[in-house]
């Protein structure tokens, strides 16, 4: 059975900065695209970034890309999203996402076949 478990979200001012963290029960981590999306109140869940089984390869949405970091720890089974210069509205629930079907990174929530229960981030003005 997959779990991701996300951890690190919080409260944070506006250009500040907030690292979150997946762990991930995955029998093959080292085979899964992992990714990071956000969904605020209201609103569809999108893309924030991804990165390939090794680590080389990363996809970010436009929106963050200089701002924001994903890195992984294949030893760990976790998956971090350093996101620093945050905006009022980036606030929102961020998920870790895993694809376990051997693909291509991508955007598409539809891609991904398992989710965590989110970790809450709030961007103060």
């Known amino acids: 059975q997959v779990q991701l478990v996300e951890s690190g979200g919080g409260t944070v001012q506006a250009g500040g900065s907030l690292r979150l963290s997946c762990t991930a029960s995955?029998?093959?981590?080292?085979?899964?695209?992992m990714a990071w999306f956000y969904q605020a109140p209201g609103k569809e869940r999108e893309f924030t970034a991804a990165?390939?089984?090794?680590?080389?390869?990363?996809l970010y949405a436009d929106s963050v890309k200089g701002r924001f970091t994903i890195s992984r720890d294949n030893a760990e089974n976790t998956v971090t999203l350093q996101m620093n210069s945050l905006k009022p509205e980036e606030t929102a629930d961020y998920y870790c996402?895993?694809?376990?079907?051997?693909?291509?990174?991508?955007?598409?929530?539809?891609?991904?076949?398992?989710w965590g229960q989110g970790t809450q981030v709030t961007v103060s003005s």
């Open positions: 990165i390939s089984p090794g680590g080389q390869f990363t």
């Open positions: 995955v029998r093959d981590f080292r085979s899964t695209i």
């Open positions: 996402a895993a694809d376990v079907s051997f693909g291509k990174m991508s955007r598409s929530v539809d891609e991904y076949d398992y």
